[in-house]
């Protein structure tokens, strides 16, 4: 039988939904089922559910057919539950790990109406907040159960559907159902609350409630946060068709009281001149709804606040608000002096450079300037160059520069317009440009400009976490530092992506109000284009033969171990290979920082690192063998063989964290170790059957998109402001 029915709306949250869905699904507790409802979401969401329900039994899906909001959405899933219990939950949250077990305990041994569990804010840096219940409970709960007018305290509680499970024939005698529009939790859990005969506590962390940076309403300003009113009158209609609960009609006042001045004191949500109205609305709420004995205010300042919105006093109370704000930013003020003072009395060459750049800031914007920049200056290369030349094909109107570093000044095609990073050229460029695009962030210190056009191209699709995510494995994080990281995403206008799994990984581990350009590729139109000419020559310029078999091994780099190399031994792979096999190695870009990319050949081994063209390469190789590069997804445009050799999957995975194993969904055959490596290569496994058709599953799976025009899609939508 089953216990408990989860109802998980989905509407733009493909870069949470796994999260939440493994969170649930991987519990050690087996008796549920999960309505997914795709609320006509124009993401991945649907797509994502369905793949669940392909290969979960528990999992069911339903496609709206129209975005109905979240409220309707959860009625659609309720309509559809056949567990005794019904736990709302949503997309963008997920469940702590083993605490459904204890739920069910909870649930089986005491069988209440409702049970409220905890849960804590987890914000942007994946640092979760304090628990809920003891600013509740000073004492701990207990087990018994009880009904509202014997626990009052128990309306503190957050009012929200997804931190309670509600017995499901309980609601549907009730009658109850969620009402449309914003803040529709309000009108459904206060009266599910007042109506429960037996309300059960859990004192236990059970959901990660995510306080997402974009895309929420909580960070969304507008006049529909004017909806919360129409949800508190849903709440005392309740109560007037209930007068056996007019006891606590007192204690619902003061939570609605405080409620509308919450969601008022968020300057995320009410622009400053909407607030006279919303506190008039506030005012003529406490009038209205007032209970005949009144009721008692919170102590302090919150209470002066009630009393202000009772009396109708606007400039009192803006003036109270003012004051209070003013505080607060002298206290940051005294706090950045001392730092601030220390760095002007450290005037260097970058620092005059930098005032020159503010300087340039003042000056218009050059319409026709397009400045380029790839892997932190390393020359022109990537998913930027791709763009850049589509550019001058479609849009000669614009005059594309590039940013370089001086040592790399000599790699730059022909005719390529640069500037060296670091002069003052460098610094008017930047600051003059109309268009910024890059497959890495610009430096924090560069500003963004009204009417400037930021693009950030990326440079792979993430196998490891990345962004965001990173906070969760500080072994690989490095000491980043996420708000300057935040801080560089809230530049971008576009982020190009490949593929629908980037696209929804990017939303996740950059959250910000870019919009996303799900268009291939740019940097692979030239592996589609290929022609079998330009092979033939590629693979003459490195003297490889036609009847030679080349190998092209490119492992990642491990931020969390700079000094390890994976097991590998260049000859006695040339030896398996045979005589007519040739080997070429490539290290991670990352490793010529220090000057000391290797550049060596022996024999029918050569080492490429220093290649400036990955392109190349892959055009010439016969085979990829790589770990968890994003250089699989590229090549894998080439439909030939790709080898995942991981030998430190599991510690890789621990340490640096994955979005998929790419050793259970691979491009190919897998090896862990060297020998199995060998053997794929001396059984023929490395293009056998399977390895084709895990190939083939990965095409259509990543690779679609990639048809050699999507530098043309990005010329035309950022360039030539075509939304087509």
Not at 76 to 100: H, I, K, N, S
Not at 453 to 471: A, C, F, S
Request: aromatic share 10%; glycine share 8%.
């Amino acid at each position: 039988m089953t216990l408990v029915s989860f109802v998980v709306p989905a509407h733009r949250v493909q870069g949470w939904l796994r999260e939440c869905l493994d969170s649930i699904l991987g519990q050690p507790f087996g008796a549920v089922e999960v309505i997914g409802v795709d609320d006509a979401s124009p993401d991945a969401s649907g797509d994502i559910l369905d793949s669940y329900a392909a290969r979960d039994p528990r999992v069911r899906v339903v496609h709206l057919a129209e975005n109905v909001g979240l409220g309707p959405a959860r009625n659609v899933g309720l309509d559809r539950a056949v567990g005794e219990y019904v736990w709302f939950v949503d997309a963008d949250d997920w469940l702590a790990p083993d605490c459904l077990p204890e739920v069910a305990e909870r649930l089986r041994a005491t069988r209440p109406d409702v049970l409220v569990v905890d849960h804590v804010r987890v914000g942007w840096n994946d640092v979760p907040g304090r628990s809920a219940m003891p600013g509740v409970f000073p004492e701990p709960p207990g087990e018994e159960t009880f009904r509202l007018r014997d626990r009052p305290a128990a309306l503190h509680l957050l009012h929200t559907a997804w931190n309670r499970l509600v017995r499901r024939e309980f609601l549907v005698d009730l009658g109850l159902r969620f009402a449309p529009g914003w803040y529709e939790d309000v009108s459904f859990t206060y009266p599910v609350m007042l109506a429960a005969g037996r309300i059960g506590v859990l004192d236990r962390v059970c959901v990660n409630y995510r306080q997402r940076r974009a895309g929420a309403i909580t960070r969304t300003r507008g006049e529909r946060h004017f909806e919360v009113f129409e949800q508190w009158h849903r709440v005392f209609r309740f109560l007037d068709e209930h007068p056996d609960l007019a006891e606590l009609r007192p204690a619902v006042f003061e939570r609605m009281i405080w409620h509308q001045l919450t969601v008022l004191g968020n300057g995320e949500r009410i622009a400053p001149e909407l607030r006279p109205a919303f506190f008039g609305r506030i005012t003529a709420d406490s009038r209205r709804l007032l209970p005949p004995g009144g009721y008692r205010p919170p102590d302090g300042v919150e209470g002066l606040k009630h009393r202000l919105v009772a009396a109708g006093r606007w400039r009192t109370f803006s003036a109270l608000r003012a004051a209070n704000q003013a505080r607060a930013t002298a206290r940051t003020t005294t706090r950045r002096a001392l730092p601030v003072a220390r760095r002007t009395a450290r005037l260097t060459r970058d620092v005059l450079l930098r005032e020159y750049y503010r300087t340039e800031l003042r000056r218009p914007i050059d319409p026709t300037l397009a400045v380029y920049a790839a892997y932190w200056y390393r020359g022109y290369a990537c998913n930027p160059a791709a763009v850049d030349a589509a550019a001058r094909r479609m849009a000669p109107h614009v005059r594309g520069v590039w940013i370089v570093r001086r040592d790399r000044v000599g790699t730059l095609p022909p005719g390529t317009e640069y500037v060296v990073a670091g002069t003052r050229a460098y610094y008017r460029a930047l600051a003059r440009a109309r268009w910024l695009v890059n497959n890495v962030n610009f430096p924090d210190f560069v500003r963004k400009r009204p009417g400037s056009v930021h693009v950030q191209t990326h440079h792979g699709t993430p196998v490891k976490v990345m962004g965001l995510d990173q906070q969760r494995y500080p072994l690989g994080a490095g000491g980043m530092d996420f708000a300057g990281l935040l801080r560089r995403v809230d530049r971008w206008d576009y982020s190009i992506t490949a593929n629908s799994f980037s696209t929804q990984m990017w939303d996740r581990a950059y959250p910000a109000d870019y919009t996303t350009l799900e268009v291939g590729y740019p940097r692979n139109d030239r592996l589609v284009r290929a022609t079998a000419e330009e092979v033939r020559e590629l693979r003459d310029r490195f003297g490889v033969g036609p009847h030679e078999r080349v190998v092209l091994y490119a492992p990642t780099h491990r931020e969390h171990l700079p000094r390890y190399r994976p097991p590998f031994d260049p000859q006695r792979l040339l030896d398996t290979l045979g005589p007519a096999g040739r080997l070429l190695i490539r290290s991670h870009y990352f490793h010529d920082r220090d000057g000391r990319a290797r550049r060596r050949s022996h024999g029918r081994a050569a080492d490429v690192s220093d290649h400036g063209c990955v392109e190349d390469l892959y055009l010439v190789a016969d085979v990829l063998v790589t770990d968890y590069s994003s250089a699989m997804f590229d090549y894998a445009v080439l439909d030939r063989p790709i080898v995942v050799y991981a030998p430190d999957r599991d510690a890789y995975q621990l340490a640096r964290g994955v979005y998929f194993d790419v050793t259970a969904d691979p491009p190919g055959a897998v090896a862990l170790t060297f020998t199995e490596l060998l053997e794929l290569f001396r059984s023929g496994a490395v293009d056998g059957p399977e390895a084709t058709a895990a190939r083939r599953r990965f095409r259509e799976r990543f690779c679609a998109l990639e048809d050699g025009h999507a530098a043309e899609r990005v010329v035309r939508r950022v360039f030539l402001t075509d939304p087509s």
